[in-house]
């Protein structure tokens, strides 16, 4: 079992990477930023609770995200390996994920230099109601405007992806998320890719990194 882990900044592309290699290689992809959009949109009682968390920017307790993801990780559908997009978010994240145990762990650090490439590509990001494929108006533009390629659903913008909650989230991943790749580093299974060049050309850094 392959874990690949996507850290980086919002907007360094881990989603939109993920999607990819998850399709390439038939790895799952495990994104807990869309599992939470799923349950604040279900309007259940949880997601009432995690609505406003997400929409200022901020992280929700470690203890739903841990025993979601635990869930997942531990699925039946997933053999050959899993893509964590998102998690984990902080330090203790990171340590309940390493108490599951896999074959090979790489952590893929995409690095984005700028903050302005930031707050560029998350204003102009569009995601499918539907099915959660990511665009973005100006570098990954729907074939027909407002309609995903891949399902023919709708695209929206996402409720944080706005300026005040952008810093916020920025912000929350200097302060908490961050330090989490000094941790892979010690651990000796940490891999940088400059995220600022094209997705082809991160695709093909990481293609590498897993051959
Ligand atoms: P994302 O789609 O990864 O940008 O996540 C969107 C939002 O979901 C974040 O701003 C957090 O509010 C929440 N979230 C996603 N993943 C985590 C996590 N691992 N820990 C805590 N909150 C998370």
Same mark, same amino acid.
């Given at each position: ?18 999607? *990819?290699?998850? /399709?390439?290689? $038939?790895?799952?992809? =495990?994104?807990t930023?869309? +599992?939470? &959009?799923?349950?604040? %949109? ?17 992280l929700v307790s470690d203890d739903i995200i841990v025993e979601i993801v635990k869930k997942r990780v ?13 998690f984990p978010r902080n330090?203790n994240q990171a340590k309940e994920l390493s108490k599951i ?6 952590? *893929?650090?995409? /690095?984005?230099? $700028?903050?302005?490439? =930031?707050?560029?590509?998350? +204003?102009? &990001?569009?995601?499918? %109601? ?75 850094? =990481? ?5």
């Amino acid at each position: 079992m392959l874990r690949i882990i996507f850290l980086g900044a919002p907007g360094a592309g881990k989603g939109t990477i993920s999607d *990819i290699i998850e /399709k390439k290689y $038939n790895y799952k992809k =495990i994104s807990t930023g869309d +599992l939470i &959009r799923a349950e604040v %949109k279900s309007n259940s009682i949880i997601g009432e609770k995690l609505r406003p968390i997400v929409d200022k920017g901020e992280l929700v307790s470690d203890d739903i995200i841990v025993e979601i993801v635990k869930k997942r990780v531990t699925s039946k559908y997933i053999n050959k390996g899993y893509i964590m997009d998102g998690f984990p978010r902080n330090i203790n994240q990171a340590k309940e994920l390493s108490k599951i145990e896999v074959d090979r762990e790489v952590v *893929i650090y995409l /690095k984005v230099g $700028n903050e302005e490439v =930031i707050f560029n590509r998350l +204003l102009s &990001r569009e995601i499918c %109601k539907n099915c959660e494929a990511i665009f973005n108006t100006k570098n990954k533009p729907p074939k027909v405007e407002g309609v995903c390629d891949i399902c023919g659903g709708i695209l929206e913008k996402r409720t944080d992806d706005n300026e005040g909650t952008i810093e916020e989230r920025l912000r929350v991943y200097i302060e908490v998320t961050k330090p989490i790749i000094k941790y892979y580093e010690d651990k000796g299974v940490l891999y940088r890719v400059d995220a600022s060049i094209s997705i082809e050309e991160v695709f093909k850094k =990481i293609g590498e990194i897993l051959n």
